[in-house]
């Protein structure tokens, strides 16, 4: 061997480094700088790299992409899939007898205690469309679209506590601390529009989710991947608009002069970072019109506002829907909503089945129809795909929080099944994928874990969820985690 | 490197480990073992014989290896390794040679650098020395001479300062510091600069600046993460990091009083402080939460932050299997695990145990003398009865009736001779059991009734515990054949452990205290009653009723789920509960604890050991799952490093001390790297997080070790010291310039052919524009603040939780940046932008990425608009001259030099055009206070504090 100098030993370490575990760092940080043009030429092929000049280029896909974002739709609490989604007629006739032993033996429950009654279903299934797809008639307008569902009825995770199992849904993680899915797809697809962040989250139902921001986090990606809240109270978008006094024609004066500075500063010490900033700084620029016009439901038509329910300056989850396709035509890469108030317990008449419940219904099933055929109508549910679930799923027994029935009607928290559903980009509308069992209450027919639903969702993306992975602490870390996750293949068109 | 034969010497370390771990660890590490070969283990791999039963690798016989057969078997051999799908490029002629002549050399194995202590390396002789400078510079100087390069000159004294100041304090400097460093410079650099640093490390701030390194490791919060994440009170522990910092506390004593405080003999309150350290962890109060399975998640984060912490390890690996690259094997997890196992905190809403911190630290002394009072007297009121209460003799008490209130039921079955009674099927929340016996005409008076608890399954609990029970009250009635009913009047109740959070020690029932397994039971529990009186049973019945009231997290009922009952006509009994001696310690505790409550103090959660009795047993979890328990095992640090000397009676103390001691290669060399980091931007081990054998090489290993020596032993694990040896070196010194040949050669400044330059982190670059723009607050301490936050981002998921912000002018508006309410769900928005953690997990390195919102921050956020307004103040009022000298004296404020003329046109340019504009059209000034030239300033202002040269050091 030649015996290598050190400086070429030291850089050969360094290359291997930033292509193996730290590129994290460089991608966020380089642009516009030779060293990372090099960089970039040194890379072992197929391993994921960025453009140099941009953390939002999308990476090289792994297959071809189905779909070209994601509109995923959380209702916070874990809706009732029993009164939704999942028919048992079984069910139905257990209601008031109390649970057989073998339901309970090993479980572990939030709420329930020792032996609860059993439950039928509190609405009325039918079927609807050619499919011939089960919904209640708790959501009549989503009914409509029975055809374009894909109904997967196997959900299940391992938390039944709200926060870890939300974080399971978002982060594949039950600690905080990971990177949302939507961390993983900009960093994995970039962002179409580079005015605007690649990854949007709008909440509405008045709370924050338990964990937080850490459901949009990007752990520890760059924090340039991370989720983006955008508000209908205060600026759109935190920070977006001008102090008192700064129009937008003295801020772009002023913008003038730190430019030509800055150029001054970086002619002075060298340092390519200089130049990131002065672009960042564009950037926020136009994000400041950018913004604010996507985040305007004004102009819609009257007819887009009968649609959905809409009402400019509300928050709400109907304008939060209508956002979403506004969002996804502008290019957003991930728009993620959060509604707030299904988590049934029957502890209260807000939480009931009988109760607060229905209301819910109410509020999501117009807005979440009008979303899907407006983008059908757009021609845009080709490329777009919508999520829409809970955190887990509810037992088919009912709630006896402290031992005793409660008067209104409730239901615990149930890992062991719940329904989600996919439409649009690259899934089978109209099917139905997976059974529960009689009552409900585990999958028995094609399990699909929350990693299994993350693999599908990048694999419509175009990314193999083994291979979209960064290095940290010493694992390969993946939004699927270690254990094995397969792509649900019986639900692609 | 050459031998006397001419033929080249392998280094295991540098030329074969790094073809192992990336061609054959895979299959062959420490989660797959195929055939039980393991890359990672010397004995899985010299002279083992695999499968085959032929040596993998025979040392000196190349043809005897089985390995080297295996590597050189042609593509299409189903045996050939590494297999071609999965590997098709093999390994390269030149990675079997080597193999081929490490096996000839006889496979020296050696394991990996960064667990072989440091030894003191010589220090390089270089052509060129340092003018001021140290031993660094030598390290440094001689690996540029043989790159041929040359290292930049000083750095201009302004800039100097400023990086001095930043560096070690978190703030600029003044301007009247500029000028008197300038001004010494010019007689003697060299002493000037020792004197600021000299100066600038006595400041307060100084802690203030290194203790968010530190408050990043050990993940401090204000709030308690997961389920609902509800503020915490824990801050005096920050105030303790801070002080530490300042008092440049020895890291040896720094460690062992975080990790171990309250096992040091007579603990100070400040050594009780320190252990809040590992109480950063989250806890879950969602409803329906698990408390043990929380309390294991913060015990294993424990371990994977102590191991990150002080040992840049990701000992986290081990948790569900044995390292993949490092030799930890999958027990060791456990071993370690089981030093933190037996910690008194599990997952509780009011964070027991809590220590009562008093306000002001002058009563710190007094408050622990009356703690080590109240627990002695404590322990001694409780021994004395539990020694009566054991000497006493027992029988059974045979229950005749056996029932419970609500929905709750129970039955009894006799089981060892003991009546017990048990619930059945559901059970309801607030049940009251009522136990009757019938006593023949024969009875003896009754002077104590014992209680015995057990879990529903006693081996099973021991293992995995079930729920708790919290007895809120035990009374009892003695009623005659024709129903006239006596109440019996107990004296005193003595439970078996000597105190817990809820002390029990006085009479069940008393002041709402009850007896508890809070929240969980692993082993058997029992407590005594003692009568005032001998009971006159005979011929009688005795009702004894016991209410349940716990109920946890809206759904667990903490009830008794299984017990007996034991009586005793022992008279020892009542005589103890009527002594004099005993109402004497009552009431000296009573007045101890009146004197204790009298010291305004804030609580916090602290480390404190269970009672050796009710101790949990640690097991391994099969793939690091709580619930599939397998083997017992008992403390332990791995193999693959010293060992410990008190073996397997060694406490978490002994741990705390071994991180510390002689032997230990990591400790040392972590910490000298994180300041290096903190420093320079990069450290000389690139990967902090990662000491391990996949983690980076240190660029400079013998540097490394050289300041890992200087730390640990000859400065006494200073600090201080240490921080100032690095930036006293002429390295650090160096002007930060670099030319486009240089940023193509090495473009991170690995080399250190320059000075440090890089974005300055969240909290500095807040506290920096506060003191530009003349707003700081200099306080040291205290509870968090709550400065400005953008409207709509405070929306806690537990209502009480308020956010107060003091109105403009305020003191508490404009503290230092680490004193901001540290909410993990809700990061304060201008420091996450800012790539600030939000403190779930130990951070050992931040990520600077270089964003559009981190210039919408700096442009529009509330507390960088008041600071271009401070800035503007101090430019237009208390500046004298004209508008260029105005606004330079801006310029120097910010970046502690002058601007050069055309920066400084520039500058005056726009002031000129803005002052234009604002006055012909003064509807734009709208919102803002005073005049066209004041908003122009402030405009200018603004344009200053985002100057790359402010944002970067």
Redesign the interface.
């Known amino acids: 061997?030649q015996p290598e100098?050190?400086?070429t030993e030291?850089?050969k370490?360094?290359l291997e480094?930033d292509t193996r575990?730290?590129f994290?760092?460089t991608c966020?940080?380089g642009?516009g700088?030779?060293?990372?043009a090099?960089?970039f030429a040194g890379a072992a092929a197929g391993k994921p790299e960025h453009a140099p000049d941009n953390p939002l280029s999308a990476l090289q896909p792994h297959i071809n992409p189905k779909a070209k974002r994601v509109i995923f739709l959380h209702m916070i609490g874990a809706p009732s899939q029993l009164e939704l989604f999942d028919y048992k007629p079984e069910l139905e006739k257990l209601d008031g007898k109390p649970c057989p032993q073998e339901f309970l033996e090993g479980k572990?429950?939030?709420?329930i205690?020792?032996?609860?009654n059993m439950m039928g279903p509190q609405a009325k299934f039918s079927q609807h469309g050619n499919s011939g797809t089960w919904i209640s008639e708790l959501l009549p307008h989503l009914a409509d679209h029975a055809d374009d569902l894909c109904m997967i009825k196997t959900m299940h995770t391992d938390q039944?506590?709200?926060?870890?199992a939300q974080l399971m849904v978002h982060t594949g993680h039950a600690?905080?601390?990971y990177p949302s899915a939507g961390s993983w797809v900009t960093w994995g697809m970039g962002t179409e529009n580079a005015d605007l962040?690649g990854f949007m989250v709008l909440l509405s139902g008045?709370?924050?989710?338990?964990?937080?921001?850490?459901l949009w986090?990007a752990g520890?990606l760059?924090?340039?991947y991370?989720g983006?809240q955008c508000?209908s109270?205060?600026?759109p978008?935190?920070?977006?608009?001008?102090?008192?006094?700064?129009?937008r024609?003295?801020?772009r004066?002023?913008l003038d002069?730190?430019k030509?500075?800055?150029q001054?500063?970086?002619e002075?010490?060298?340092?390519?970072?200089?130049l990131?900033?002065?672009a960042?700084?564009e950037?926020?620029?136009r994000?400041?019109t950018a913004v604010p016009d996507v985040m305007s439901i004004d102009d819609e038509p009257a007819g887009i506002h009968e649609m959905y329910g809409t009402q400019p300056g509300r928050e709400s989850f109907a304008n939060n829907c209508l956002l979403a396709r506004r969002l996804a035509e502008q290019g957003v890469r991930y728009i993620q909503l959060f509604d707030w108030g299904w988590d049934s317990h029957g502890?209260s008449k807000s939480e009931a089945l009988n109760g607060g419940f229905l209301d819910k219904c109410k509020q999501i099933d117009k807005p979440i129809s009008a979303l899907l055929t407006d983008l059908k109508q757009r021609g845009m549910l080709e490329d777009t795909l919508v999520v829409w679930g809970g955190e887990f799923g509810r037992t088919p027994m009912r709630e006896?929080?402290?031992?005793?029935e409660m008067a209104l009607k409730g239901r615990?928290?149930n890992p062991g099944a719940f329904t989600m559903w996919m439409a649009g980009a690259g899934v089978k509308g109209g099917t139905s994928y997976g059974e529960t069992d009689p009552i409900g209450y585990s999958a028995a027919l094609n399990p699909v874990s929350i990693p299994d639903m993350h693999a599908t969702l990048l694999h419509l993306l175009g990314f193999d969820h083994k291979h979209l992975a960064v290095?940290f602490?010493?694992?390969q870390q993946k939004l699927t985690g270690?254990n094995p996750a397969r792509v649900i293949n019986g639900i692609l068109s | 490197m050459l031998s006397l034969r001419g033929e080249e010497t392998v280094s295991f370390a540098r030329d074969i480990r790094p073809i192992l771990n990336s061609k054959c660890t895979g299959c062959h590490g420490g989660v797959k073992q195929a055939g039980g070969v393991s890359f990672v283990y010397e004995e899985q791999v010299i002279n083992f014989e695999g499968d085959t039963g032929n040596p993998v690798v025979k040392p000196g016989d190349t043809e005897a290896s089985e390995m080297l057969f295996r590597l050189t078997l042609p593509d299409d051999d189903s045996d050939r390794m590494p297999p071609a799908d999965e590997h098709p490029e093999g390994l390269s002629d030149r990675e079997i040679e080597l193999i081929r002549k490490w096996i000839a050399q006889g496979a020296p194995w050696s394991g990996h650098w960064s667990f072989e202590k440091p030894t003191q390396p010589e220090i390089p002789v270089v052509a060129e020395k340092a003018a001021g400078g140290n031993d660094i510079d030598h390290f440094v100087r001689a690996r540029l001479e043989k790159e041929d390069l040359q290292p930049s000159p000083p750095a201009e004294p302004g800039r100097l300062l400023r990086r001095l100041t930043l560096d070690l304090t978190g703030v600029p400097p003044t301007l009247e510091e500029m000028e008197a460093f300038e001004a010494a410079c010019a007689t003697d650099r060299t002493k000037a600069t020792q004197n600021v640093i000299e100066d600038l490390l006595s400041r307060p701030a100084f802690g203030e600046k290194w203790a968010t390194m530190w408050l990043d490791l050990v993940r401090y919060a204000d709030s308690r993460g997961l389920g609902q994440d509800g503020k915490r009170t824990i801050w005096p522990y920050r105030d303790w990091v801070i002080s530490a910092f300042n008092e440049d506390m020895p890291f040896d004593q720094f460690t062992i009083r975080q990790l171990a405080g309250d096992l040091l003999p007579g603990p100070t309150m400040d050594d009780l402080i320190a252990t809040a350290a590992h109480r950063n962890t989250q806890t879950n109060n969602e409803g329906g939460t698990d408390d043990e399975e929380f309390r294991t998640e913060a015990v294993i984060d424990r371990v994977n932050t102590t191991w990150q912490t002080w040992g840049a390890m990701t000992f986290g690996c081990v948790q569900c299997h044995d390292h993949p690259y490092e030799a930890f094997r999958h027990p060791e997890y456990y071993e370690f695990l089981a030093f933190f196992n037996n910690t008194a905190d599990s997952d509780l809403s009011n964070d027991e145990p809590v220590l009562r911190v008093p306000n002001d630290p002058k009563q710190y002394t007094a408050a622990r003398d009356l703690d080590q009072k109240i627990r002695t007297l404590q322990n001694e009121i409780w021994k004395e009865g539990r020694k009566t209460a054991t000497a006493a003799k027992w029988s059974a008490l045979p229950l005749h009736h056996a029932s419970s209130s609500n929905n709750t039921k129970l039955e009894t079955k006799t089981v060892d001779g003991q009546h017990q009674f048990q619930t059945v099927g559901t059970v309801q929340r607030g049940p009251i059991y009522r136990l009757y016996s019938d006593f023949p005409a024969s009875a003896r008076p009754v002077t104590g009734i014992r209680l015995t608890i057990l879990p529903k399954d006693p081996d099973k609990a021991l293992k995995d515990s079930e729920w708790g029970f919290e007895i809120s009250d035990f009374t009892a009635d003695v009623a005659t054949a024709d129903g006239k009913e006596t109440k019996v009047d107990f004296s005193v109740s003595i439970a078996d452990v000597p105190y817990l959070p809820n002390e029990p020690n006085t009479l069940i029932g008393a002041n709402g205290k009850g007896f508890e397994a809070w929240t969980r039971i692993h082993h058997t529990r029992e407590i005594v009653m003692i009568p005032k009186q001998p009971i006159d049973v005979a011929g009688k019945k005795l009702k004894i009723r016991i209410s349940n009231k716990g109920f946890l997290l809206g759904s667990f009922p903490l009830v008794v789920q299984r017990g007996f009952l034991e009586t005793s006509v022992d008279e020892t009994l009542t005589a103890f509960g009527n002594d004099p001696g005993r109402a004497q310690k009552r009431s000296d505790l009573a007045a101890a604890i009146k004197e204790r409550n009298a010291i305004p103090s804030t609580s916090i959660p602290v480390m404190a050991e269970r009672p050796q009795s009710i101790s949990r047993p640690t097991h391994i979890f099969a793939r690091g799952n709580f619930l599939e328990k397998d083997k017992a095992v008992s403390v332990g640090v791995p193999d693959s490093l010293p060992s410990l000397s008190a073996g397997e009676r060694a406490t978490r103390l002994d741990m705390a001390k071994w991180w510390v001691s002689d032997e230990n290669p990591l400790t040392s060399r972590v910490f000298v790297n994180r300041v290096w980091e903190r420093l320079f931007g990069t450290g000389l081990v690139a990967t902090l997080e990662d000491f391990g054998s996949s983690g980076e090489k240190p660029s400079h290993p013998a540097l490394l070790d050289h300041l890992a020596i200087r730390f640990q032993k000859d400065n006494a694990w200073s600090m201080k010291a240490i921080i100032r040896e690095i930036v006293s070196s002429s390295t650090y010194q160096q002007q930060a310039h670099a030319s486009a040949e240089l940023v193509a050669l090495d473009p991170k400044n690995r080399l250190l052919a320059r000075g440090p330059r890089g974005r300055l982190s969240a909290e500095v670059l807040r506290d920096q524009a506060l003191a530009i723009g003349g707003l700081l607050t200099e306080k040291v301490g205290g509870a968090p603040v709550h400065p400005p936050i953008p409207g709509g981002v405070w929306k806690p998921f537990q209502g009480g939780d308020k956010w107060e912000t003091p109105p403009p002018g305020g003191e508490d508006r404009y503290r230092r940046a680490l004193y901001t309410y540290t909410k993990r769900s809700i990061p304060f928005p201008s420091f996450a932008t800012f790539d600030a953690p939000s403190r779930e997990f130990c951070t050992p390195r931040r990520l600077v990425s270089n964003t559009p919102l981190q210039a919408l921050t700096m442009l529009n956020d509330e507390a960088y608009a008041e600071a271009a307004q401070g800035l503007a103040r101090r430019m237009k009022y208390e500046t004298d001259g004209s508008v260029a000298e105005k606004i330079a004296a801006g310029v120097r404020i910010a970046t502690a030099r002058q601007p050069s003329q055309d920066r400084l046109d520039e500058l005056v340019g726009l002031f000129d055009k803005l002052q234009a504009q604002y006055q012909s059209r003064p509807e734009l000034m709208k919102g803002m206070a005073g005049s066209p030239d004041g908003a122009a300033y402030t405009i200018v202002a603004q344009v200053i504090l985002n100057l790359d040269e402010v944002l970067t050091k």
Do not use: W
């Open positions: 061997m100098t050190i400086l030291l850089r370490q360094s480094a575990r730290q994290l760092q966020t940080t642009l700088s030779f060293f990372l090099n960089q572990r429950f939030a709420f205690q020792g032996t609860p039944f506590n709200h926060g870890p600690q905080m601390g962040p008045g709370r924050l989710p338990r964990v937080g921001k850490a986090s520890f760059p924090s340039v991370q983006v508000r109270v205060g600026d978008v935190l920070n977006v608009s001008n102090p008192a006094g700064n129009s024609e003295i801020r004066t002023a002069a730190l030509r500075l800055n001054k500063t970086h002075e010490f060298g340092d390519p970072e200089t990131t900033r002065i960042q700084y950037m926020a620029y994000m400041q502890a006896n929080r402290g031992g005793q615990d928290h290095p602490q010493g694992l270690v």
